[in-house]
């Protein structure tokens, strides 16, 4: 039990670190929320939170890429902060909805998991979030507040008590990002009205 202490304990703490920086929007947030993943799909393979192990794999492959996208491409403008329109957070939200039914299904039927169904939303919402993260929209923030609102209690259900209460501190975090990327909006459409 111990060791599933300070798994749980690392994990956070690096996925604290990531999402703190994401909200100020920085490059770092990719490499430590790549650590923080790697920690994470073990902590949550001890907690049959398959969904949440399949997750991380995709987190670690999406924050690779984010970062190549936000860093290594310095020589080109910053991906400024836009919003999706409409139709696409439509699109988005059914893919997310119908993708989070038939993983679950896939999960109650052929694993041991917990939760799967809850545990297939958080899933699927997140990587919608992280979808629109990389491309520095600002629904992102959204997103996020509704993963947390389904984690909270999915990870508490696990007694997972540390994580339950870190994703009630990035649900407040995704509430200030929101905010905060809002405000970095408006200073980037300035000096184009301006001109």
Not at 16 to 40: D, E, P, Q
Request: some cysteine; overall charge positive.
């Amino acid at each position: 039990m111990g060791s599933v202490i300070w798994l749980e304990v690392l994990a956070n703490g690096a996925m604290t670190v990531s999402i703190l920086l994401a909200a100020r929007n920085s490059v770092h947030t990719w490499w430590t929320g790549i650590a923080g993943c790697l920690l994470f799909a073990a902590l949550f393979t001890q907690a049959k939170l398959y969904a949440d192990v399949t997750l991380q794999a995709f987190f670690v492959a999406t924050s690779a890429a984010g970062w190549w996208r936000w860093r290594v491409q310095q020589h080109q403008p910053q991906l400024p902060i836009t919003s999706a329109d409409h139709r696409s957070l439509l699109l988005l939200l059914m893919c997310g909805v119908l993708g989070a039914m038939a993983y679950g299904w896939l999960l109650s039927r052929w694993t041991d998991a917990f939760a799967p169904f809850l545990d297939s939303l958080v899933l699927a919402f997140s990587i919608v979030a992280q979808l629109l993260l990389m491309k520095r929209q600002i629904q992102t923030w959204w997103f996020w507040l509704l993963v947390n609102l389904l984690a909270v209690p999915l990870f508490f259900s696990r007694e997972l008590y540390i994580t339950a209460a870190l994703y009630t501190a990035y649900l407040l975090n995704a509430g200030l990002a929101l905010r905060h990327w809002k405000r970095l909006a408006q200073l980037q459409r300035r000096p184009a009205q301006a001109a």
